[in-house]
């Protein structure tokens, strides 16, 4: 009975799981913006032009802004299963992800043998 294939986990685990996604969804969301926002001026501290080319798009800025936000959606598919009740289970063979990733990666969708 504790290894059920599609479920994976007991409400209360799913619960708990489901506080730390919302918690990473958060973080997530203020990296997000904050990259957006400190973008421009990572580089030179105490240099505070008015009118500074904010507009001007930084490269690096940009690559970790969409690491960001695909972090973030993984995050929200994660949560989408929860709801689902398919959290825990590996997208490719059914089993379950295992605490230990899950622990490591909330929004894991692999097993260990099909990562
Ligand atoms: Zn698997």
Do not use: W
């Not at 290894?3 to 708990?16: A, C, G, P, Q, R």
């Not at 973008?39 to 970790?64: F, K, L, P, V």
């Amino acid at each position: 009975m504790r290894d059920s294939i599609f479920n994976t986990m007991n409400n209360e685990e799913l619960k708990k799981y489901e506080a730390i996604l919302l918690d990473l969804q958060d973080a997530l969301s203020k990296e997000i913006k904050d990259v957006i926002r400190g973008g421009a001026d990572m580089g030179e501290m105490g240099n505070r032009d008015e009118e500074a080319d904010a507009t001007e798009e930084s490269g690096i800025a940009h690559a970790e802004q969409i690491a960001l936000k695909g972090r973030l959606h993984a995050v929200l598919d994660a949560l989408e299963r929860v709801k689902a009740g398919t959290y825990g289970a590996c997208v490719k063979c059914g089993g379950a992800v295992g605490a230990d990733v899950l622990a490591a990666a909330p929004d894991s969708v692999y097993c260990l043998s099909c990562k």
